[in-house]
C-alpha cells in the first residue's frame, strides 16, 4: 500500500510552499538592496544570507518529503525544531536590520529614479522580512499545538511518520512500514 499525502500533508506542503515564495521574494529584494548598496552594509547582507540558507534548507525538506515516504524530515520533531530555529534567527535578524533602516523614510523622495527604486525595495524588504518571520512563527506553533492534540488523543504514529503523510485513522496493523525496524529499537512503550 502506497501512503499519498493526507489532508494534513496537503495543508502542509501548501504552508511550505507558501513559506519558499515569500523567501524567494525576500531573496530577491535583498539582492536588489544590496546591488545598490554594492554589498556594504551588514544589515542589508543578513536577509541575503538568511534567504539563501533558508531557501536551501526548504528545498531539502520539500524534496525529501516528496522523494520519500518515510523521510525524517518531514517528521513533526524534526519540522517543530527546525521552524522554530529559523523563526529565532529570523527574528533577531529583522530586529537589526529594522534598526539600522529606521531613517529610510516611509514615503520615498521624489528625484533620482535609482534612490526612489532603493528606498521603494527596502520598504517592500522590510515588510517581507517580518512577514516569513510571521509564516513560521505560526508554523512552528501551530505545529506543535496539533502534534501534542494528536499525541494526547492516543495518536503515537504522529512521531513516527512523516506530517505530509499523517493521518489520525492510520493505525499500524503490521502492512505499513512506517516504523523503524532496528534490533536496538526492540523495546516497547513504556506505559505511562
Same mark, same amino acid.
Given at each position: 500500500?502506497?501512503?499519498?499525502?493526507?489532508?494534513?500533508?496537503?495543508?502542509?506542503?501548501?504552508?511550505?510552499?507558501?513559506?519558499?515564495?515569500?523567501?524567494?521574494?525576500?531573496?530577491?529584494?535583498?539582492?536588489?538592496?544590496?546591488?545598490?548598496?554594492?554589498?556594504f552594509?551588514v544589515?542589508?547582507?543578513f536577509?541575503?544570507?538568511?534567504?539563501?540558507?533558508?531557501?536551501?534548507?526548504?528545498?531539502?525538506?520539500l524534496a525529501?518529503d516528496?522523494a520519500?515516504?518515510n523521510s525524517?524530515?518531514?517528521r513533526? /520533531?524534526?519540522?517543530?525544531?527546525?521552524? !522554530?530555529?529559523?523563526? *529565532?534567527f $529570523? +527574528?533577531? &535578524?529583522?530586529?537589526?536590520?529594522?534598526?539600522?533602516?529606521?531613517?529610510?523614510?516611509?514615503?520615498?523622495?521624489?528625484?533620482?529614479d535609482?534612490?526612489?527604486?532603493?528606498? /521603494?525595495?527596502?520598504?517592500?524588504?522590510? !515588510?517581507?522580512?517580518? *512577514?516569513? $518571520? +510571521?509564516? &513560521?512563527?505560526?508554523?512552528?506553533?501551530?505545529?506543535?499545538?496539533?502534534?501534542?492534540?494528536?499525541?494526547?488523543?492516543?495518536?503515537?504514529?504522529?512521531?513516527?511518520?512523516?506530517?505530509?503523510?499523517y493521518?489520525?485513522?492510520?493505525?499500524?496493523?503490521?502492512?505499513?512500514?512506517?516504523?523503524?525496524?532496528s534490533?536496538?529499537?526492540?523495546?516497547?512503550?513504556?506505559?505511562?
Amino acid at each position: 500500500m502506497t501512503l499519498g499525502f493526507t489532508p494534513v500533508g496537503k495543508r502542509k506542503i501548501a504552508v511550505h510552499v507558501a513559506l519558499y515564495c515569500v523567501n524567494i521574494i525576500v531573496l530577491a529584494l535583498s539582492a536588489r538592496v544590496n546591488l545598490f548598496q554594492e554589498f556594504f552594509f551588514v544589515a542589508d547582507l543578513f536577509p541575503l544570507g538568511l534567504s539563501i540558507a533558508t531557501l536551501v534548507i526548504l528545498t531539502v525538506m520539500l524534496a525529501l518529503d516528496f522523494a520519500c515516504k518515510n523521510s525524517y524530515t518531514g517528521r513533526p /520533531q524534526f519540522e517543530i525544531g527546525v521552524f !522554530a530555529v529559523l523563526s *529565532i534567527f $529570523w +527574528l533577531s &535578524f529583522n530586529a537589526f536590520s529594522t534598526s539600522r533602516w529606521r531613517h529610510v523614510p516611509m514615503s520615498c523622495p521624489a528625484g533620482a529614479d535609482a534612490v526612489k527604486t532603493w528606498c /521603494q525595495d527596502v520598504q517592500a524588504l522590510k !515588510a517581507f522580512v517580518w *512577514i516569513e $518571520w +510571521l509564516i &513560521f512563527s505560526l508554523t512552528a506553533y501551530l505545529t506543535l499545538r496539533y502534534t501534542i492534540s494528536q499525541k494526547s488523543r492516543g495518536n503515537k504514529h504522529i512521531l513516527r511518520m512523516p506530517l505530509s503523510r499523517y493521518s489520525p485513522f492510520l493505525k499500524n496493523d503490521g502492512t505499513m512500514n512506517y516504523i523503524r525496524n532496528s534490533e536496538f529499537l526492540t523495546f516497547s512503550d513504556p506505559k505511562l
